[in-house]
Nanobody, 121 residues
Framework: HVQLVESGGESVQAGGSLRLSCAAS??????MGWFRQAPGKEREGVAG????????DYADSVKGRFTISRDRSKNTVYLQMNSLKPEDAAMYYC?????????????????WGQGTQVTVS
């Protein structure tokens, strides 16, 4: 069983930066991802990383602004978010799982954190 604990969400002004962290307990996964869900919207994939080889993928809406990275020694994944926009405001969730095809697809993930709120004004 894998447990995920997110942190780092807070309120920030447009144009600002935040770094989210997701600490995982356990190793029963090959990928981790960040998803977000705004009120009344579907949960969408933002960024994902294959923890085995470090390959990453991003949603078009965040390419060039967000960076996902991992620290193997800490079993932790980060999401560096720069140039934040009001439309980036959402609850951000960390996920882990055995991903076969698409690290941005929520269907591929088995484990989820409880979320951390990002507000952009």
């Amino acid at each position: 069983h894998v447990q995920l604990v997110e942190s780092g969400g807070e309120s920030v002004q447009a144009g600002g930066s935040l770094r989210l962290s997701c600490a995982a307990s356990g190793y029963a996964f090959n990928s981790m991802g960040w998803f977000r869900q705004a009120p009344g919207k579907e949960r969408e994939g933002v960024a994902g990383i294959y923890t085995t080889n470090g390959r990453t993928d991003y949603a078009d809406s965040v390419k060039g602004r967000f960076t996902i990275s991992r620290d193997r020694s800490k079993n932790t994944v980060y999401l560096q978010m720069n140039s934040l926009k009001p439309e980036d405001a959402a609850m951000y969730y960390c996920a882990a799982g055995w991903v076969n095809r698409n690290v941005l697809s929520k269907a591929e993930y088995d484990y989820w954190g409880q979320g951390t709120q990002v507000t952009v004004s």
